[in-house]
């Protein structure tokens, strides 16, 4: 065991501090990994303030992060994919069991033994994970990711939540060429998830609810942009999309979203309000729509995204801050007042 540096929460209601964490020694198959960047995803900020504590209760001391790149500093004796001064990047999940149906399904996201990067039972040391707002993390080959060299770092870790988040529900719903996108909130995910479907060549719509962001989305590869309080912009919509990714995180109406979907059409949340929604029944019936969810992707897919980023040169547009700005950063992301992600330089802990 040793001691990493770190920005924790110890209450709902108290800021992060600096503070002092327990990290394994690395076992056999670990990669001890020196952090240079970690994004700041809104769900830092949910858990943080225990806002989702009807399904995952936050344990205190909480330390967010979940979107790390990094450079690997040790291996262990049994580590074949990583050595030191490769890069590494760790996204939301740092474990599974590996052997049940999901796992080996390749979707270690949905393991019933799925071990999260933060606030999750940790196996090695007991008490909970602790993610990335720290200068070092330790965690098992198999859920440490390959960062594509052409890609810069700041802007590359944002891709490890955002990223994913976005691409797989897009690839599972078979958004291709030419099919009609809904991107709902213009935020970290959203940004990505209008680049990612920009790449796949699709026609993409932005809702949003900051006018100011228009030229962005645009700049972004959004095809149009609709300000999504302007009913009769919305109603132009009416029954044209395949597929509608919602990204929000605040209490909103996605009644407005279904309706806008085509026969067979999908809206998607990935967005995780602390309340639940309101559903008609009428926009499903009619029309055969659906409502579903997604969360993250598995470590394959999280790889295949990295690589079609590496490919496409996709990262985030980051705003990097040291991690002294951090509460700051959060206050700033409940006003949605980031382009369009912050991404802490852990080279500022080592002055703690
Ligand atoms: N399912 C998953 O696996 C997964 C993974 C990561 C994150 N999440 C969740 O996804 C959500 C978004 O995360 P993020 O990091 O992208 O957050 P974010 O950067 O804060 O973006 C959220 C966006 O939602 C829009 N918005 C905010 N308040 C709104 C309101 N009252 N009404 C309508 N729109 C509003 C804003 O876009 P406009 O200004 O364009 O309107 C804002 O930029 C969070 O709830 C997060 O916990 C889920
Ligand atoms: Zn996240
Ligand atoms: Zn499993």
Not at 106 to 123: A, I, M, R, S, W
Not at 233 to 255: T, Y
Not at 297 to 320: P, R, S, W, Y
Request: glycine share 10%.
């Amino acid at each position: 065991m040793y001691k990493a540096k770190a920005y924790s929460a110890t209450s709902a209601t108290s800021p992060l501090a600096s503070s002092t964490i327990a990290r394994r020694d690395p076992t056999e198959n670990d990669v001890h990994i020196e952090i240079l960047y970690c994004g700041i995803c809104h769900s830092d900020l949910h858990q943080a303030r225990n806002e989702w504590s009807g399904v995952m209760p936050t344990v205190y001391p909480f330390v967010p992060g979940h979107e790390i790149v990094g450079r690997v500093a040790k291996v262990g004796s049994a580590v074949t994919k990583f050595k030191p001064g490769d890069l590494g990047a760790v996204g939301c999940m740092v474990d599974s069991d590996r052997t049940c149906p999901e796992c080996r399904a390749g979707l270690e996201q949905f393991c019933p033994n799925v071990t999260l990067t933060y606030n999750f039972p940790d196996k090695h040391l007991g008490g909970v994970t602790y993610g990335g707002y720290s200068d070092s993390i330790v965690v098992d080959q198999r859920f440490v990711l390959r960062v594509p060299s052409n890609l810069n770092l700041a802007g590359a870790a944002p891709l490890l939540c955002a990223g994913i988040t976005t691409y797989s529900p897009m690839r599972h719903w078979g958004v291709t060429r030419g099919k009609k996108v809904g991107v709902v909130g213009l935020g970290g995910l959203g940004h990505m998830a209008v680049k990612i479907a920009h790449a796949l060549a699709a026609h993409v719509v932005v809702f949003t609810t900051s006018p100011h962001k228009k030229e962005d989305a645009r700049r972004l590869g959004a095809d149009e942009v609709v300000i999504s309080r302007n009913a009769d912009e919305m109603q132009k919509h009416a029954g044209s999309f395949d597929f509608i990714l919602d990204a929000v995180s605040a209490d909103h109406d996605i009644n407005a979203y279904i309706n806008l979907l085509h026969r067979d059409g999908n809206l998607t949340l990935v967005g995780a309000p602390e309340k639940p929604h309101a559903v008609s029944a009428f926009g499903l019936i009619m029309g055969r729509r659906s409502l579903s969810g997604s969360m993250i992707g598995g470590i394959a897919e999280t790889q295949e995204m990295l690589d079609f980023c590496g490919k496409h040169n996709l990262t985030a547009d980051v705003e990097v801050i040291p991690m002294q700005k951090v509460n700051e950063a959060f206050e700033r992301l409940l006003k949605s007042d980031v382009k369009y992600r912050f991404s802490i330089d852990m080279a500022s802990l080592k002055s703690e």
